[in-house]
């Protein structure tokens, strides 16, 4: 057969194609997907945790480029890996975040809500200002009627005592759980140290598991045959009655006057029980009774000395009598002890204007009438009588503490008051009340020590350079450029010529030389001068009182900052 050539035109070949590919696409369009997106999938094997406990994380997102967790409050604080396992010690509500990020660039967010229950052995976390906390104590003890004093000390004091005969010799797991539901265990001095710690380490490893804290008054217990506090099994039944503070500043003192570090009696009778030790090992040597450890105290979780057993709480040995013979001050220690332990602090003072308890040390109660009459008219009480506090002996230190600002103005005589020596100076800082010192001859390095300098400057400015504007006595103050303008009615200001003021804080100048200047407690003015049990602050003043308006409100400021607490 034979086959034509067929012949078309370029019109006829265009019609043909346009028709086919016209015919081919219609009514066939589809969808194609690429591939499967991520999905973020997470999860937590609890979210709600005892404290200190641990809870899995665990994701398993998929087409994932990245894991990245933050954990808030936990341990660790992120990770890339899929499983984490976190652990909290931290108590409250905290947010955990997943953020995923996939092959496409994108990213995606899950999040979880954890909550920690509060720490069963921390005790409050902030004990209002002026307020000691109200715990539960328990105690230790063989003999419940020769610790009824330590009972009711407690309890007049706001805090519930358990105390059962025995009831926690031989202690096991089980009693040592007991334990860890108080705010702190007291072993008393009548306990008999053989059911304590026995005379291996297995009662010792057992005490060590109780989390709380443990005030031990019980010497024979603190032996390393027993509970492992001291490296001696020496116990001296005779110590003294009185205590000297290694740690003068130490919250146990709070509120106790020291005269020259030394508590004066704690007890009714003698008879400090102490271990005989020549070091404290890894403790803190808080007290002496003069020539043995009194007070000391270990931190959680340390070896009381190189080899010893390290307690998973707080401890502090405190030196006891058998029985209860603690005098007023003993009682003090002891509940400041008691506070210390279980809230980590003494509370302080609440911040308040007052009204506040003044006394004036002056030769002249008629020179100083209008500071009288300022401070009165403030809503102070104040007491003013000439020559009182001359030559200040150890009563009349006892009387200042009961106020709660002692001021010393320039109308006192300072021989009266530092003497040429260190002994007046030494009564005076024995004073825990704080003390506005105005006057500059007595805050010489040869009476108070508050400078060191003996060089006095009657011809100062009568007006203040404000080196701390924002220091409490300026309030209500207007500042011109950090200077108050003139705070006297004529010139006067009394100094000390000094080139530095030590270790205080220079509050203000009179534009050339020192004015107001503070010291904290228990802080040497300068090095090598006495330091004070209180807060000490000097401002400049002239021979009796010359304060205007503005003068009156910084001093007024000045009397309720000390007598504050501040």
């Given at each position: 057969?034979?086959?034509?050539?067929l012949?078309?035109?370029?019109?006829?070949?265009?019609?043909i194609?346009?028709?086919?590919?016209?015919?081919?696409?219609?009514?066939?369009i589809?969808?194609?997907?690429?591939?499967?997106?991520?999905?973020?999938?997470?999860?937590?094997?609890?979210?709600?945790?005892?404290?200190?406990?641990?809870?899995n994380?665990t994701?398993?997102?998929?087409?994932?480029?990245?894991t990245d967790?933050?954990?808030?409050?936990?341990?660790?604080?992120?990770?890339?890996?899929?499983?984490v396992?976190?652990?909290?010690n931290?108590?409250?509500?905290?947010?955990a975040?997943?953020?995923?990020?996939?092959?496409?660039?994108?990213?995606e967010?899950?999040?979880?809500?954890i909550?920690?229950?509060e720490?069963?052995?921390s005790g409050?976390?902030?004990?209002?200002?002026?307020?000691y906390?109200?715990?539960?104590?328990?105690?230790?003890?063989?003999?419940?009627?020769?610790?009824?004093g330590?009972?009711?000390v407690l309890?007049?004091?706001?805090?519930?005592?358990?105390a059962?005969?025995?009831?926690?010799?031989?202690l096991?797991?089980?009693?040592?759980n007991?334990?860890?539901?108080?705010d702190?265990?007291?072993?008393s001095?009548?306990?008999?140290?053989?059911?304590?710690?026995?005379d291996n380490?297995a009662?010792?490893?057992?005490?060590?598991?109780?989390?709380?804290?443990?005030?031990?008054m019980?010497?024979?217990?603190?032996?390393?045959?027993?509970?492992?506090?001291?490296?001696?099994?020496?116990?001296?039944?005779?110590?003294?009655n009185?205590?000297?503070?290694?740690?003068?500043e130490?919250?146990?003192?709070?509120?106790i006057?020291?005269?020259?570090?030394n508590?004066?009696?704690?007890?009714?009778?003698?008879g400090l029980?102490t271990?005989?030790?020549?070091?404290?090992?890894?403790?803190?040597?808080?007290?002496?009774?003069?020539?043995?450890?009194?007070?000391?105290?270990?931190?959680?979780?340390?070896?009381?000395?190189?080899?010893?057993?390290?307690?998973?709480?707080?401890?502090m040995?405190?030196?006891?009598?058998?029985?209860?013979?603690?005098?007023?001050?003993?009682d003090?220690?002891?509940?400041?002890a008691?506070?210390?332990l279980?809230?980590?602090?003494?509370p302080?003072?609440?911040?308040?204007?007052?009204?506040f308890?003044?006394?004036?040390?002056?030769?002249?109660?008629?020179?100083?009438?209008?500071?009288i009459?300022?401070?009165?008219?403030?809503?102070?009480?104040?007491q003013?009588?000439?020559?009182?506090?001359?030559?200040l002996?150890?009563?009349?230190?006892?009387?200042?503490?009961?106020?709660?600002?002692?001021?010393?103005?320039?109308?006192?005589?300072s021989?009266?008051?530092?003497?040429?020596?260190?002994a007046?100076?030494?009564?005076?800082?024995?004073?825990?009340?704080?003390?506005l010192?105005?006057?500059?001859?007595?805050?010489?390095?040869?009476?108070?020590?508050l400078?060191?300098?003996?060089?006095v400057d009657e011809?100062?400015?009568?007006?203040?350079?404000a080196?701390?504007?924002?220091?409490?006595i300026?309030t209500?103050?207007?500042?011109t450029?950090?200077?108050?303008?003139?705070?006297?009615?004529?010139?006067?200001?009394?100094?000390v010529?000094?080139?530095?003021?030590?270790?205080?804080?220079?509050?203000?100048?009179?534009?050339?030389?020192?004015?107001?200047?503070?010291?904290?407690?228990?802080?040497?003015?300068y090095?090598?001068?006495?330091?004070?049990?209180?807060?000490?602050?000097?401002?400049?003043?002239?021979?009796?009182?010359?304060?205007?308006?503005?003068?009156?409100?910084?001093?007024?400021?000045a009397?309720e900052?000390?007598?504050a607490?501040?």
């Amino acid at each position: 057969m034979m086959f034509k050539k067929l012949k078309f035109s370029k019109l006829y070949y265009f019609i043909i194609c346009f028709t086919v590919l016209n015919l081919s696409c219609e009514d066939d369009i589809r969808e194609v997907t690429l591939y499967d997106a991520g999905e973020t999938t997470a999860s937590v094997s609890s979210s709600s945790l005892e404290f200190g406990a641990s809870t899995n994380f665990t994701s398993s997102s998929t087409k994932s480029i990245t894991t990245d967790w933050t954990f808030e409050g936990g341990t660790p604080t992120t990770s890339i890996n899929p499983n984490v396992t976190v652990t909290y010690n931290s108590s409250g509500t905290f947010g955990a975040q997943l953020l995923v990020k996939y092959v496409d660039n994108t990213t995606e967010i899950f999040t979880f809500s954890i909550f920690v229950e509060e720490d069963p052995n921390s005790g409050p976390e902030d004990v209002p200002c002026g307020e000691y906390g109200n715990f539960d104590v328990v105690l230790v003890t063989d003999n419940i009627s020769a610790d009824q004093g330590f009972i009711t000390v407690l309890e007049d004091a706001g805090h519930t005592v358990q105390a059962v005969e025995g009831q926690y010799n031989n202690l096991t797991s089980t009693g040592a759980n007991q334990l860890n539901n108080f705010d702190l265990v007291i072993i008393s001095r009548n306990t008999n140290s053989v059911s304590i710690g026995g005379d291996n380490s297995a009662l010792a490893t057992v005490w060590a598991t109780v989390e709380t804290p443990v005030l031990n008054m019980n010497a024979f217990a603190a032996r390393s045959s027993r509970l492992q506090l001291f490296n001696s099994t020496e116990v001296d039944e005779s110590g003294g009655n009185s205590l000297d503070a290694t740690i003068p500043e130490h919250p146990i003192f709070s509120g106790i006057a020291l005269n020259g570090n030394n508590t004066g009696t704690i007890l009714t009778g003698s008879g400090l029980h102490t271990v005989i030790v020549s070091d404290v090992g890894n403790g803190t040597l808080i007290a002496s009774d003069g020539s043995k450890v009194a007070i000391v105290e270990w931190e959680a979780n340390v070896e009381f000395y190189d080899g010893a057993i390290p307690a998973l709480g707080k401890r502090m040995f405190m030196s006891s009598p058998t029985g209860y013979m603690l005098n007023e001050v003993g009682d003090a220690i002891l509940l400041n002890a008691v506070q210390y332990l279980v809230a980590g602090a003494i509370p302080e003072p609440c911040n308040s204007g007052g009204p506040f308890d003044v006394v004036l040390v002056t030769d002249s109660v008629d020179g100083d009438q209008g500071f009288i009459t300022i401070l009165e008219e403030a809503g102070h009480t104040v007491q003013a009588i000439n020559g009182q506090f001359n030559n200040l002996d150890a009563v009349g230190a006892n009387q200042l503490n009961n106020f709660d600002v002692v001021i010393i103005t320039r109308n006192t005589n300072s021989v009266n008051i530092g003497g040429d020596n260190s002994a007046l100076a030494n009564v005076w800082a024995t004073v825990s009340t704080p003390v506005l010192n105005m006057n500059a001859y007595t805050a010489r390095s040869s009476r108070l020590q508050l400078f060191n300098s003996t060089d006095v400057d009657e011809g100062g400015g009568n007006s203040l350079d404000a080196k701390l504007p924002e220091h409490p006595i300026f309030t209500d103050v207007t500042l011109t450029s950090d200077n108050t303008g003139p705070i006297l009615t004529a010139e006067g200001f009394h100094s000390v010529l000094v080139s530095d003021i030590g270790n205080g804080t220079l509050v203000a100048s009179d534009g050339t030389k020192v004015a107001i200047v503070e010291w904290e407690a228990n802080t040497e003015c300068y090095d090598g001068a006495i330091p004070a049990s209180g807060k000490r602050m000097f401002m400049s003043s002239p021979t009796g009182y010359l304060l205007n308006e503005t003068g009156n409100t910084i001093f007024v400021n000045a009397v309720e900052y000390l007598g504050a607490g501040n």
